[in-house]
């Protein structure tokens, strides 16, 4: 596939038209980096979200992985910020406004609201899937749904290969 084609109004037709191409983009690619960066792109050119992309768990530390956007921070300790906290909970994490949660790590002073999804292989989390807007409340339970079938579609393809 060579080029991103969305179709649908609404949020959730432009998630369905996605998924399927990212599944195929994905389908025949062993490295997970790659893999990353070509799912935070298809994400990030669909909904210009303020900041789209994965950190990754290495040791107690996340170590920031493939993204499109501002400038980030490198490294996230366990349960600090959204992306810690999603990582110690094992959970996702949607954040209307970050200033209202205790210990947003503020690697943009631009971005308002977050989504963070675990990716999570064996019952230990292996990364996470992080998103910033530069508007408030941006995130729903439609991003929920859809955010984490594109993580069960990377997560699945370490059942053959390691990370
Ligand atoms: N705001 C995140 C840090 C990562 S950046 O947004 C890219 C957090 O609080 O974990």
């Known amino acids: 596939m060579e080029e991103l084609i969305i179709t649908g109004q609404t949020k959730q037709e432009k998630y369905e038209t996605l998924l399927p191409q990212i599944a195929s983009v994905i ?13 935070a ?6 909904f210009r979200f303020w900041w789209t992309g994965f950190y990754r768990v290495q040791g107690d ?7 499109q956007g501002p400038l980030a921070c490198t490294r996230i300790a366990k349960g600090r910020g959204v992306c810690g906290t999603a990582w110690q909970k094992a959970e996702t994490v949607v954040v209307e406004d970050v200033l209202q949660f205790p210990g947003h790590i503020a690697c943009s002073s631009a971005s308002r609201s977050e989504i963070v999804v675990p990716m999570i292989y064996n019952g230990e989390v292996f990364g996470v899937l992080d998103i910033d807007s530069e508007k408030i409340s ?6 929920v749904l859809y955010l984490k079938k594109v993580v069960e579609i990377l997560s699945k393809k370490l059942i053959t290969i390691a990370c």
């Open 27 to 39: 389908e025949d690619e062993q490295d997970m980096i790659a893999n990353m960066a070509n799912v």
């Open 41 to 46: 792109a298809m994400l990030h050119e669909t």
């Open 61 to 67: 530390q996340l170590v920031l992985g493939p993204f």
């Open 138 to 143: 941006t995130f729903d339970d439609v991003d």
